[in-house]
């Protein structure tokens, strides 16, 4: 097992449909017709390029709009997702006929410019945090484009709460009336037994019944800094072992390093996808 | 024809379509299995609460996401998209099985965020354009939410660009290597009669090449305000009927303004839907 | 940008659709049960051959359903979309497992006869109405195939009108209950800037109106050549440059002609798409 | 087992496929620009009226339509699929929002007017035909539409041939390469046993190798009436029962009679089905 | 037409469809989250072995799986779906990316083992049954799975009934209610000629009632052997040619061949479909 | 928080998907050619009737079956998914059109034998294991039908493992070439914080290692009764909290109650899916 530096790709047949959705929504009924101006027999030769620093992400599925939209253009990437890049640099290099080129561009840089936003956002909370606590991304996603928003979440060094409903169990508030947080945990692990259960806590003491009732990570929900640190200091005195600490709600790019000094494990933030700006990056055509 | 002042929602099937897609994504294959934690005959009642001040949009996708998931969920709206609510507000009141509720929270949310997001920075760049011009969206959005972006823009009091690259002829720099704008309006017309066609100029030349080719639209390209209002004198001074200019590139709500002094119809942006920042808006859980 | 003679293919994520959900549909569960009959490894070599003179149309098509049944059959064109062939031509070679080639045999067919159908009569509109005047598609064509019946169109010399209600705005009669023309103009420039609008028109006082409102295209309905002459004549006179006149309803091979004689722009017909007869291809086996 | 004059209805999944998807190809992403000029709360009321006799079909489909763009909308049929319509005759009503109705008119009309041609059609040669011979369709089908043309063929009085390659065994020339009818027939029963096996025959001799090998169906291929009748009259010797003979290619209103006359029991054609012009229908708007 | 000794594959489209959708449900959001943590270049090579005797059936899948996970994997097929195999034959190699193996392994298996259960439980009927007659599966198969499951069991050396309802008219008592055999028969020729007709029968009486009636297979229901062999002279007295005998309900394993010595001609089961254990097939790795 | 008895039904999405392939699968292009012979106004009242001992599970499928086919047919159940139903009893009642009902029947049938099959299976091991360790299935499940699979396990009193590979981290051997198994778990913590993480191990050495790199899971491949009790004492020694211990491989219902007295808590078996022989289950029709 090595030291694996590149973070996962979304899986290939996510990629596949996402893009062919994509492509059908930007072609329309007709095609480019503005592509049918120029020529069949034109090519074109275009370079990738990042206009402002950030992380790279998408581009499996930039190639994937390329190769949906013409298999012969051919698509090289100098930078691979995860790369932090300086404005300016030209990541990908593209050639192939103008047309197709043309034609994809649109949907390949929507790409490109979205998951690499959420990347370059996300490296910006993750380098706040520093090596003390992982950024994770949340549930808030844009709708239909989780899957590559956590993989590039990845790309920008954080890591992945939740992909669904089914993955774990996350136990908040509402879930608790008429209920206790020990018997919402043993239910959890009845139900569904061996996977993780969370459970959201709002004050210390319901961070101690948590622990007691064998909750693999707790949750503390909109806690200030120093709240978050006793919750912290309960935490490392149970002595229970392969406890995780998060924490969520609110948490800018400001206030992150706080918590991190606080003792949290693990910190998330939906402002890394669906409230992450654009990175811009470009197609810019060399030679024809 | 009465003056309808709703916005017109997105087309029905494109709802019923992302929707969908979406409700797959979060529920996984095994449902919300933290909701399993709860009595199967628990009733919400809850409250669609807006967080912040801005403009609600994407309830019809909201609307079908509770529909899906539970067709016995009740879902009530007290205000429609379009309408500018200010932080605190319910928009809307939610009531069914515990269950079916909270399962869909996070779907509906998705939609109501980012799409009153994208509404909510549109009537920022509606109101610093004033009366003079109208704020346009570009092909810049997210891959499978286009359709929606476009309806929340127009919800924000926004006009719509191209859906596709299928609706009109938009000739850039990069169509007119070997070819006058001349000889391209003329190929466009020839191709595609009946369509827009739209002429990207970099230079006060190249507008009036545009105009006397017959040009629909003429598209300043990343042109300073002044440069732009020599361009719009130059449009006036043509006697040309019917002949929209439109600025793209680089346009910030600081600059808006001076774009829509110059005497420019139509002002493109793509930080209006890939880069607008989601509306916080939640779910109150009000009884049980 | 050079005269590029071959017309426009269709979208080829629309290719791929349309002949997947065809290939489906014929193959059925068990796929070609009287193939199985054939030994595995017996070969095909077969001509595709037109037996009535028409155009050619939906080669795409065909090469795709070869592909998507067996990527090893070889499909080679003689002829291209847009092509005028008599009688009797070989417009293409098939090569490949026998079994593939008779399996794929009807549904490629099934593509190439309906849509160079559509060629071959709008062609025969586009050459009685001469360089006058082009000939225009409806929405009027069969479900599913809208997008390949206008690529046959553009194939077959003519052009395409609306592909989908998004397309531009187009009022007919009914729209105007409650309204004037020009509060309807008024009306679509506010909501749709930059799109075409077009108004349909009964009688000359109509086409007054809807040139001072602005319309882009005037569309005289069932007009007989003379009435549409002198509706002609009123555009001419109204000194607007880039305005369009249509004529629609009724128009026959017969009287194309007297409405190209008469200044009329653009003929739109449903006979070239909903009512197009099917070009007789067949596949004839060479050798094995 | 009562009498059931009502032809049988195509498989309700299919028709909310394909409606389906006419519906996002006629609406595009921005869905119906044109109704959204009119105020939301106009309401129509419109006859379904056909405009030239003939047999009408794919009244299930426009129903569909309109409940898939508004369930609100309230359709009725006067006539049902199969019904003899004369010019003017009102067959249905449409009730509901204006902007819906409008919008789904020429989706809906775009099924009834094809469908109602391919039945209009098929009735034309069952007329011919008389009570001698049925008229079936073929394979020769609209990529996409053929469940929903086949059950045209039924209202049209029509029957079915083989809706797919997998329905039954139908041994044609090129099969035969190597092999005798004798052997292909016995490798039928092999490999389908109870599947109908069909045989295709170029002259006499063939018609009673078909025969002795144990075919259920003997088809003529391309034969003049005289050659059929021949044919029919030595598998009237043979004193095979249960044995049926079809005559195929080239059939037209003008000789599907003579076919009848010459003792053949099915006579297939293309003609209803790929090459039938729509039937004229379309939606008068009563009142408002 | 030589003998082809390979079962017949089930249809490309169906398999590329069913195998999208198994990749899709294993993989999840994340994809492969363990695989991940191997490094990127680290290769695999391993054997398909068959864990217990049996008929292999399911190749077609397997392959599709690994060729969508990862186009660049290599499988090598030592063995063909049909063929018997003893417990630990390799009847497969497959190398690639380890990460791309071992993400496949489980889809891959899976359509692996269960086709192959398929074929090897028919393949024990067929072998009880020997020459004398044939085995048959019925529409009592898995949903979604129904055209792999035919197809196996033709691997298994069993034949097709149904494939789906619109396949050949099957009239069974409860068809029967105001109605006699012979009408139903007559209807059936009516509406549908040509298409297959079998008539489910309880008692001898019912079979010479359908054979009168011109029934193309007589379906004995739950019959026991004796009674079958009673109703099979019957059907031989009658010197209908061309007429199939069939048995349905309760066959099992041990009674099959007493149904073939009665001089049955098909006999069909849901035996080796709806409840056929799954064969046990694994991925050895062999080498890294 | 009640003591909610009902299992979790699978996702209402999933359902809906799978039973629209089935629909799809079964009813062709044609339709029900069958039923077409009974006249369209004649009623059918069935029961559904189990026909052996076993566990109810299916019935969300079987009702949207019928409600997709026709939405008038009215379906009740008496017993629900989870119920032990003896043979003979009358778990639904189906009531409505002669024609939905039978042309619904094995379709939904379908669903309810393998799915109560599963459930059946199921709830003998859970038998066999007694109170003492819970029942799980594997990712050893039918293409297409996983979610259904898992929740008829659910309803048989058994417990789900893996949904997907995005699910948890499961280290087998293979993983851990060049790679030990603290290596392993310190990467899978720091990919993929929170999950769970499995460890499969072949010997003791291996369940210390495994329990030191701090695994939550430990699964005991293959193992005989007696050493993984040897494992599960080691277990006990380590005094690591919420520890789970997984036997899997070979298990049978004879065997499974000695891995359940020597203190595993977790046991998984495909044969609970994959291999689980249908439940006889039918529509037995009452009254027309």
């Known amino acids: 097992m090595s030291d694996a ?16 959705r994509a492509i059908a929504e930007d072609l329309g009924p007709l095609g480019d017709i ?7 027999d034109v090519r074109a030769l275009a370079d990738v390029v990042v206009r402002a620093d950030g992380v790279l992400a998408g581009t499996v599925c930039a190639t ?14 100098r930078q691979h997702d995860g790369a932090h890049v300086a404005a300016g640099a030209v990541v990908g290099v593209v050639a192939g006929s103008f047309r197709s080129v043309v034609t994809s ?15 370059t ?13 992982r950024i994770l991304d949340t549930r808030k996603t844009l709708p239909g484009l989780r899957a590559l928003e956590k993989a590039a979440v990845r790309a920008g060094g954080g890591a992945n709460h939740r992909a669904s ?11 608790l009336v008429g209920s206790s947080i020990a018997s919402a945990v043993a239910r ?7 996977r993780t259960v969370e459970i959201e806590c709002d004050r210390p003491e319901q961070v101690i019944e948590a622990i007691d009732a064998g909750a693999d990570i707790v949750m503390l929900d909109n806690m200030a800094p120093d709240e978050a640190a006793k919750c912290a200091a309960i935490a490392r005195d149970s002595g229970r072992s392969h406890l995780l600490l998060e924490v969520s709600g609110g948490i800018t790019l400001e206030t992150v390093g706080a ?16 409230s992450a700006p654009a990175l811009d990056i470009a197609l810019d055509m060399r030679v024809r």
């Not at 790409?111 to 959420?118: A, D, E, I, Q, Y």
């Not at 409903?165 to 879930?175: A, E, G, T, Y």
């Not at 692990?189 to 061996?194: A, K, N, R, V």
């Not at 991190?260 to 890394?272: N, R």
Request: charged share 20%; with cysteine.
């Open 34 to 40: 503005t592509a049918a101006l120029v020529a069949e």
């Open 121 to 133: 956002t996300t490296s910006r909370f993750v380098a706040a945090a520093g090596e003390r606590a």
């Open 188 to 194: 959890a692990h009845e139900l569904w037994p061996g």
């Open 165 to 175: 409903l089914s993955d774990m169990v996350l136990v908040k508030d509402n879930h």
């Open 259 to 274: 918590y991190a000094d606080a003792g949290i494990d693990l910190i998330s933030t939906s402002a890394i996808t669906q």
């Open 105 to 119: 561009e649109r949907t390949a840089l929507n790409f490109l410019c979205h998951l690499s936003g959420v990347a």
């Open 5 to 20: 530096s590149r973070p996962i790709d979304p899986p290939r047949d996510v990629v596949r449909d996402v893009v062919a």
């Open 64 to 77: 994937e709009v390329f190769a949906q939209v013409d298999p012969t253009v051919d698509v090289e990437w």
